[in-house]
Nanobody
Framework: QVQLVESGGGLVQAGGSLRLSCAAS????????MGWYRQAPGKQRELVAI???????NYADSVKGRFTISRDNAKNTVYLQMNSLKPEDTAIYYC?????????WGQGTQVTVSS
């Protein structure tokens, strides 16, 4: 089992920045991919960004150039730096890790961007 604890959400004005963190604990060996997803009210959960253990990244088109995902393998922690935030970025952000073909999810952290 993998436990995920997220932090860093909140309320910010458009154009502002936030940094999300997600620390993994438990059976953390062999975690290949860590990432962030988000779900806005009335919408499906969508990929925001993922990062492999080797540092390869992939971003949703809507956040490219504004968000940066990174990870500290020694701390089993993944980060999401969000800059130039827009009201449409408002959502619950979920941390995700994939380990041995199983997905684990954090409890979610609310990000609200006011216009």
């Amino acid at each position: 089992q993998v436990q995920l604890v997220e932090s860093g959400g909140g309320l910010v004005q458009a154009g502002g920045s936030l940094r999300l963190s997600c620390a993994a604990s438990g059976s953390v060996s062999s975690i290949k991919v860590m990432g962030w997803y988000r779900q806005a009210p009335g919408k499906q959960r969508e990929l925001v960004a993922i990062i492999t253990s080797g540092g390869r990244t992939n971003y949703a088109d809507s956040v490219k150039g504004r968000f940066t995902i990174s990870r500290d393998n020694a701390k089993n922690t993944v980060y999401l730096q969000m800059n130039s935030l827009k009201p449409e970025d408002t959502a619950i952000y979920y941390c995700n890790v994939n380990r041995r073909l199983l997905d684990y999810w954090g409890q979610g952290t609310q990000v609200t961007v006011s216009s």
